[in-house]
Every structure is written in C-alpha cells, then in structure tokens.
C-alpha cells in the first residue's frame, strides 16, 4: 500500500515549501507532535520503517490532528532515548516531532487542476495529482467543447468534504475575463446644448400655431377688423423669422 501511495503522493521538499508559502494553494505547513505505534520488526531498520509506517498512515489520509489531507512528512524527529512497551502489546509507542504538509480547502479558494475527464454535464479535474474535483457546466455560455483532456483550468472551491475516506470537492469553473457587452457611456455635466438654432425655430413654430386658431375664430367678426390687422401683421412677422432662419442655417458656416 505504501509504495501505491508514494506513486502518487509523492512531492519533493522544493515542491511542497512553494505550495506552504502560496497562501491560495490551500496547503499548509504544521509543525507539531504526534504519538505512534511501530512494531518489533522496525527495529532491524529503524529509519526506513519509520518512514514507510508514516507513509502508510498518514500521507494521503485525513488526519483530524492537523485537520487536514497529509501530502507530505519533512523533518521528522523521534522525541526521547526510549519508547513505551507494554506488558500484553509488543507494539511500541513513540512520539515523534515532524513537519507536516496538510491540504485544507477552503470554499472560495481558486485553485488550477488538470483535466481528466469530460462528460456532458460536468467534467474533472485532478488538483496535486491526488484529489479529484467534479466541475458542473452551469452557464449556458460553458460547454465541454473548448475544454480538452490534459487541459490546465482554473476554477472556484464550492463546497467540499475531505473527512470522508473519498474526499469530496466541488468547483466552479472560471472563465477567462472578456470585455463586457453593456457598456455604460457618461456625459460630461459642464457640455453646453448645441443646435440652438433648431430650438429658435421651434419656439416660432410654437407661437404661429398658437396665434392661428385666433386668426381663423376672429375673421368672421367686421367690427374687429384693426385687430384682425394686428394679428395678420403678427404672423407675417413670424413667418419671415423663419425664413431668416432657414436662410442662415443654408448659407456654408
């Protein structure tokens, strides 16, 4: 079982300090104490049994001690000269001090993961050639056409659950960035309105409409005939604002 393990799990220290010291990797470096129980048969190669018991116990496991998946044991010290026995138990009790390099994921945490499998709905991903991650196309926009096997994608933790003896991690995938299809346009509050020459004739058309149901209303009456005149002269006045008008927007500025 330790040498399946090792196959997989199997990081360099370069490699597992670059990870500890990315705080977006979701990996972490704990130091502290734990409490072991090895056999009489290490005792013919203490330093190599002691490291295939690590690998076979701890490494690839969830170890509630440092409440994370063990990727890798560094630096490990065997704490005191002696170790406990027992009278009916051949096993010995050591207590060892290592540094341990623990996957905790965090719901949120953008991660990279390679592509392993596609399917119609969904696709996976494995993250530190160990944890499998299940992607959901949820986003008409996303189809498993632009992904390919052995692709490097990135994408978001959702939700996850790496107690159980399968570790569970869900994703979300995250596209590349694109311009956005709305685009907001702002106007500057000092601009002054142009075609103020479009709003003066308007306003004379305004006030001919204004004067010609009067026009029509007052010339049956004979006995009004100056102010009839007056309106008559009124209108003809207008009409030659516009005609103004109209012949300074024609003339080339």
């Known amino acids: 079982m330790a040498k399946i393990l090792q196959k997989y799990i199997k990081f360099s220290t370069s490699e597992l300090e670059e990870y500890a010291a990315n705080p977006e990797s979701c990996v972490r470096c704990v130091k502290t104490d734990l409490h072991l129980g090895m056999g009489a048969y290490g005792m ?5 049994a002691l490291h295939e018991l690590l690998v076979r116990t701890k490494v690839g496991i969830y170890d509630a001690n440092v409440n994370g998946i063990v990727l890798g044991i560094k630096n490990i010290k065997v704490l005191g000269q002696t170790a406990a026995l027992r009278a009916d138990d051949p096993i010995m009790h050591l207590l060892i001090n290592a540094d341990f390099y623990v996957f905790r994921p965090v719901a949120g945490a953008v991660l990279h993961g390679v592509v392993r499998h596609i399917s119609k709905h969904q696709i996976s991903v494995i993250i530190y050639r160990v944890f499998n991650t299940t992607i959901r196309f949820t986003n008409k926009k996303q189809s498993r056409e632009g992904i390919v ?53 308007l306003d004379a058309l305004v006030e001919l409409i204004k004067m010609e149901p009067s026009i029509e209303v007052d010339t049956p009456a004979p006995k009004k005939k100056a102010q009839k005149r007056k309106q008559t002269a009124e209108a003809d006045k207008v009409v030659e604002k516009l005609k103004k008008i109209k012949k300074i927007k024609s003339e080339p500025v």
């Open 44 to 48: 013919a190669n203490f330093k190599h």
């Open 149 to 201: 096997m052995d692709q490097e994608i990135k994408f978001r933790i959702k939700d996850f659950n790496i107690a159980n003896v399968m570790p569970f991690i869900e994703g979300e995938l995250l596209l590349e960035e694109t311009d956005p299809l709305n685009k907001t346009i702002k106007f500057e509050e000092d601009e002054e309105p142009e075609h103020t020459e479009t709003h003066v004739e």
